[in-house]
């Protein structure tokens, strides 16, 4: 059987050390340009979650085109309590003229009791009455009108009246509150710093953080250039801060931690990079590509905004791979030897890993049915996953506009009436007639059509629903209301629109997931020239997915986290895009331990021929550095955490949970006593797949060709055993 051919890392290693100034130069040019486009890219990158062609998306742009506010812009909700005695039936032309004040001061549109004299206005008490305004829309996330909206009703608010302003900006606009993506980059490099001062024990330590400070602006000036051609969203530069920041620290982990242990058999100088990059360079271009792939996901999705972050993801490996394969080769040849002081010694780093894994081996049964068992109960909880906005009690539960819910509750109002749908009628339509109709629709609180609501030949209905419509029940409501209205009608409102979000992403799902397996298998197979290994990685990815997800519905959905963390409520649903994100990085990241742990068993296996030696000598070798390289990502993700807008923090917690749980459950448990169990079928390849493995490797299928490792054999390598690689 042939090895993976590693002549393209180890030429490219002789490649690069033979030119070192050249790459230093050329690192170092792209680099100052790449930090003035970190400054400038900012003011390229859009905030639009366009959906072009979709129902809830066409409806709100045209909501936009006609009559310039609502849509996906939600109202905001005025609710005023008049004093004891008063009533809003008795004070209709009062709550009139206070509406008034809003369209004079801020040009909105405003639907109320006194318009409409629509009992449904007001609450039980006959005291507490509501109106929407519909502002225009807003720009930045989070954006918020309630302050100058209270401020121009004031002066015509009734004598011992109160006055609140509520509405789902408003709400959210509470826990806006954050740090920026500088702070967090350096939050996370300085996590990272401590953790590689532990693994490295020197100065080394701060090379990775090096090859990372290039990489990101590098990876920005990439950025800059794609905003030429394509839109790309404001979270891609969290993106690429954190996560190119996690991804390059770990690939020059890898390649750092093979260098010293080649030094330690006794190579030195280029002869100890060399040899690193002829073994670990090639894990981190299989690692590489498996992020690619896996951010495919997001790529052929016909949804643009999800399209634009596949493709600054992936400028993220493609940028940090030449990082850590050029640059990092010189660093370490140039000064490696001196950076690596005070050095320690590699048998005490990799004893008691060698000693879990023998552990592993000898009750892997047990390991297998433990893991198993825990991933089982997460990936549970993952059924119970909603798609879908927040709803107003997972968002704050103090200030101004939360005391205004509160308002509305008390007096019998439910929070429906905060996410209104819009109808806009074709011209011909009675819309007095089909509000009435539409009134009657189970889950309706009330329809109103103002008689001034014209435009463009349309007219316009609100819809207010009883319940949410980021809830089951609101969802309901919305495909009620779409199967009533006339054809040519559209529905618009946030609601609608992340309903189609949904159906266009996660429709076409499983195609997109059957797509990037078989890629996956066809890549792992050639790398460890078996077919069960490859068939495991993608199961155990997949199984670890399951269970990650379960863990953000337990965080996020249930609110068993972030309430404890984040003072945040359970939102009561996912954000209908950070499944399918959490999927793409994830799945590549995840890998990236699968490929650096089963390379080096399968080195250990060509070596001794022993499954069992192969798992001890490759978990006890990888062990380290997995949980490292794990803990960095981690931390990288939890200073993205601290972002102010809470679909951020669920996707950080997603990626910081699922790296964690699979470089512990997974990796350091669930993988060895996998591969322990099945023995000799590991490595299984019948002959029609070898046969394939070698064309793809560039070899004729019937001259097998050795790949010798660079450099004499030091004395203290009496064995050779790393002279050279099987075939």
């Known amino acids: 059987m042939n ?12 490649f690069v050390l033979r030119h070192k100034l050249v790459v230093v130069l050329a690192w170092l040019t792209v680099t100052v340009a790449g930090v003035f486009a970190t400054v400038a890219v900012g003011d390229r990158l859009t905030e639009d979650f366009a959906q072009p062609g979709r129902p809830g998306y066409e409806a709100n742009q045209a909501m936009h085109r006609l009559y310039g506010t609502g849509g996906d812009d939600p109202p905001l909700v005025v609710v005023v309590t008049l004093p004891e005695g008063g009533t809003a039936a008795r004070q209709r032309a009062e709550i009139g003229r206070l509406f008034s004040a809003a369209v004079s001061a801020m040009g909105v549109r405003v639907v109320s009791y006194a318009d409409t004299a629509d009992p449904r206005f007001v609450g039980d008490d006959g005291r507490t009455t509501y109106g929407l305004v519909f502002t225009e829309p807003t720009r ?6 309630s302050e100058p909206l209270e401020k121009a009703l004031q002066p015509a608010l009734m004598p011992g009246a109160t006055l609140r302003v509520t509405g789902m900006e408003a709400l959210a606009e509470a826990e806006a509150k954050g740090i920026d993506v500088l702070a967090e980059t350096l939050i996370g490099g300085l996590g990272a710093l401590v953790v590689l001062a532990f693994v490295f024990g020197s100065v080394l330590a701060l090379v990775p953080l090096l090859v990372a400070a290039v990489s990101i602006p590098v990876t920005f000036l990439a950025v800059y250039g794609l905003t030429g051609v394509t839109d790309v969203h404001t979270i891609v530069q969290f993106i690429v801060s954190l996560v190119g920041l996690g991804v390059a620290i ?61 493709y600054g993801g992936i400028l993220v490996p493609l940028v940090s791979v030449p990082a850590v394969l050029t640059l990092l080769p010189v660093l370490l040849a140039k000064g490696g030897a001196r950076l690596d002081w005070p050095r320690r010694r590699l048998p005490a780093e990799t004893g008691r890993w060698q000693a879990w894994a023998r552990g592993v081996v000898r009750f892997r049964w047990a390991g297998l049915a ?4 825990l991933l089982a109960a997460l990936g549970c909880a993952a059924f119970s996953l909603q798609l879908g906005q927040p709803v107003s009690d997972s968002l704050p539960r103090t200030g101004p506009a939360y005391e205004g819910l509160s308002e509305l509750r008390r007096a019998g109002i439910p929070s429906g009436v905060l996410t209104p749908l819009d109808v806009i009628l074709p011209p011909g339509d009675d819309p007095a007639v089909r509000a009435a109709r539409l009134a009657e629709l189970p889950g309706v609180r009330t329809a109103v059509a103002p008689h001034g609501w014209r435009s463009g030949g349309t007219s316009l209905i609100t819809v207010i629903p009883s319940d949410e419509t980021g809830t089951e029940a609101g969802r309901a409501t919305i495909a009620r209301v779409r199967a009533a209205v006339p054809a040519g009608a559209q529905v618009s409102g946030e609601g609608p629109q992340s309903l189609d979000f949904v159906a266009a992403v996660y429709g076409g799902f499983p195609a997109v997931l059957a797509l990037i397996s078989v890629l996956t298998f066809l890549l792992l197979v050639r790398a460890f020239r078996s077919l069960l290994l490859a068939v495991k990685a993608i199961v155990l990815n997949v199984l670890s997915l399951g269970a990650t997800m379960g863990a953000v519905v337990l965080v996020w959905q249930y609110g068993y986290g972030s309430e404890p963390i984040w003072g945040l409520a359970g939102t009561g649903s996912i954000a209908e895009f950070i499944p399918v994100m959490i999927f793409a990085f994830l799945y590549g990241l995840s890998m990236d331990y699968e490929v650096f742990i089963l390379a080096r068993m399968r080195e250990a296996y060509d070596r001794t021929g022993s499954t069992d030696e192969a798992v001890v000598e490759g978990l006890g070798r990888t062990g380290r550095l997995v949980t490292s390289a794990a803990l960095i990502l981690f931390l ?81 390598d009496p064995a050779g055993q790393g002279r050279r690689i099987h075939e």
Do not use: C
């Open 370 to 373: 433990a893991s198993g068992a």
């Open 3 to 14: 090895h993976l051919d590693d002549r393209f890392t180890a030429r490219l290693g002789r």
């Open 250 to 310: 770990d690939y020059s982990l890898l390649l750092i931690t093979r260098w010293r242990e080649e030094r330690a058999l006794g190579y030195e100088g280029e002869a100890a990079v060399e040899r690193a990059m002829t073994t670990a360079g090639r894990s981190v271009v299989v690692s590489g590509v498996t992020v690619g792939i896996g951010l495919l996901a997001m790529v052929v999705i016909p949804v643009p905004f999800l399209r634009s972050v596949g």
């Open 140 to 145: 930045g996330m989070n954006a918020d009108l």
């Open 636 to 716: 990288a993700f939890g200073s993205l955490a601290a972002a102010p807008q809470p679909e951020i923090k669920m996707f950080a917690t997603g990626l910081g949970l699922g790296v964690l749980l699979d470089a512990t459950v997974i990796r350091a448990l669930l993988l060895p006593a996998f591969v322990a169990v099945m023995g000799r079928w590991n490595w299984w390849l019948p002959g029609r797949p070898a046969l394939l493995v070698r064309v793809l490797a560039g070899r004729r299928p019937d001259i097998p060709v050795p790949v010798r490792m660079p450099g004499p054999r030091p004395e203290s």
